[in-house]
């Protein structure tokens, strides 16, 4: 029952900008720990933001300054605003949670395509 959707994915020229949506069912969205990562053909996943329950945020330095990870707890939602996009940012973009209780749990959407064209 648990399911991460996301959204806003798609095709933008380089220095464009995006807005990833995360929607989360079945969990408790609030105290929960949200994430974007990202994976791209011959590399291995990586963190892109991270976003805890208290909003306390975290990035690489592959991004900081460029993303912006946020949440709405009325809507069970966490964001990921893209600015400044460059070609090494075009992977499969997912969201991810991890939470304590009732137990540890992680879970994964499904991903959404980012391209970046130069």
């Known amino acids: 029952q648990v399911q991460l959707v996301e959204s806003g994915g798609g095709l933008v020229q380089a220095g464009g900008s995006l807005r990833l949506s995360c929607k989360a069912t079945?969990?408790?969205?609030?105290?929960?720990?949200m994430g974007w990562y990202r994976q791209a053909p011959g590399k291995q996943r990586e963190l892109v933001a991270r976003?805890?329950?208290?909003?306390?945020?975290n990035y690489p330095d592959s991004v900081k300054g460029r993303f912006t990870i946020s949440r709405d707890n009325a809507k069970n939602t966490v964001y990921l605003q893209m600015n400044s996009l460059k070609p090494e940012d075009t992977a499969v973009y997912y969201c991810g949670t991890r939470f304590s209780f009732p137990r540890p749990s992680e879970y994964w959407g499904q991903g959404t395509q980012v391209t970046v064209s130069s």
């Open positions: 976003i805890t329950s208290s909003e306390s945020t």
């Open positions: 079945g969990i408790l969205f609030r105290i929960a720990d």
